[in-house]
């Protein structure tokens, strides 16, 4: 029988800072060429593919076991409010098929513009005890945040190698502002950073099978 049969499995756990994700997601569906938005399928198999390009494996060996989703979440009057229920109802559904797990936390509504708050820690916090206890290979997040730095110092002390996918670019869309860059202290600590956009606008991304699977057509 062939050897490779017996190697063992190259384990990946995905967590999505929310936000992050569907903000970089709006940019290349309103900036970008592609004119198009991410899938969570998609990305699944691009970050499987990073992943056995990185560690020298094939594909087939190198899977994700755990996926997880957090983000802050307005009430339900306020959802109301800015018609926003049926595509909250839509993302969870791309989640649910996706086999994402979700993790919503209440939107800070007593402030203007309100803003997301905790959900840094609850995600750190997860990865981390899901790290312990679960002893997968490879974390990877998608997240630019230096709040994160932490987290990926301690996930490292246990001999868990770290995965950033992050984004640098700038755009306006209807009036509104969008900056999104990748800490450079996250990057400096990370065993595997990636910055996606410039990924995808790379030449050998031409045609790439994996590249033009990340996004809905």
Same mark, same amino acid.
């Given at each position: ?7 063992? &499995?190259?384990?990946? $756990? ?5 936000? *992050?994700? =569907? %903000?970089? @997601? ?67 559904? &791309?989640?649910?098929? $996706? ?5 919503? *936390?209440? =939107? %800070?509504? @007593? ?107």
């Amino acid at each position: 029988m062939p050897a490779d049969i017996y190697q063992p &499995l190259t384990r990946i $756990a995905l967590f999505y800072d929310g936000t *992050y994700f =569907m %903000n970089a @997601s709006q940019y290349f569906s309103k900036q970008h060429a592609r004119k198009a938005f991410m899938t969570f399928t998609g990305f699944h198999e691009y970050v499987r593919h990073k992943v056995a390009e990185r560690e020298r494996r094939d594909v087939a060996f190198c899977q994700i076991v755990e996926a997880h989703f957090f983000r802050g979440r307005f009430s339900l009057t306020s959802a109301q409010q800015k018609q926003a229920l049926e595509a909250d109802r839509f993302v969870d559904q &791309l989640l649910m098929y $996706a086999g994402i797990v979700t993790h919503y *936390y209440p =939107m %800070n509504e @007593s402030v203007t513009p309100p803003e997301e708050k905790g959900i840094d820690v609850w995600l750190s916090l997860e990865a981390y005890d899901l790290a312990v206890h679960k002893r997968f290979d490879v974390l990877a997040l998608c997240s630019g945040d230096q709040d994160f730095v932490p987290l990926v110092r301690k996930v490292n002390g246990i001999g868990t190698r770290v995965m950033i996918i992050g984004m640098e670019a700038d755009w306006e869309h209807n009036g509104k502002k969008h900056n999104m860059h990748t800490s450079q202290a996250l990057i400096d600590e990370a065993s595997y950073p990636i910055i996606l956009n410039t990924e995808i606008d790379s030449k050998t991304a031409k045609g790439d099978r994996i590249i033009d699977g990340l996004f809905r057509k």
